[in-house]
């Protein structure tokens, strides 16, 4: 079971920025490709990002060209700079393996909440 870390998130005006981390522990998060996940409340959790060993990313279509995955990997350290946020950016914000290990490994989260 890997369950890692995320903080960061906080409240934060629209056009606003916060830089999101990600801790974990094991070689198996080290060496894979983490994802940022986002759930809002009545919705499905959905992939916001994803970054794999190398650093090659991938973004969904909303957060393209605002938000910035990156990773350290000797610290298993995963992060996810977001600027220009919106109040639909608003959501409690995971990091995990891809494919995630199992029902287990998923984190408490992190909230971001966007509003004036």
């Known amino acids: 079971q890997v369950q890692p870390v995320e903080s960061g998130g906080g409240l934060v005006q629209p056009g606003g920025s916060l830089r999101l981390s990600c801790a974990a522990s094991?070689?198996?998060?080290?060496?894979?490709?983490v994802g940022w996940y986002r759930q809002a409340p009545g919705k499905q959790r959905e992939l916001v990002a994803t970054?794999?060993?190398?650093?090659?990313?991938t973004y969904a279509d909303s957060v393209k060209g605002r938000f910035t995955a990156s990773r350290d990997n000797a610290k298993i350290l995963v992060y996810l700079q977001m600027n220009n946020l919106k109040p639909e950016d608003t959501a409690l914000y995971y990091c995990?393996?891809?494919?995630?290990?199992?029902?287990?490994?998923w984190g408490q989260g992190t909230q971001v909440t966007v509003s004036s």
């Open positions: 094991g070689r198996i998060f080290s060496i894979s490709t």
């Open positions: 995990n393996t891809i494919p995630p290990l199992g029902p287990g490994t």
């Open positions: 970054i794999t060993n190398g650093g090659s990313t």
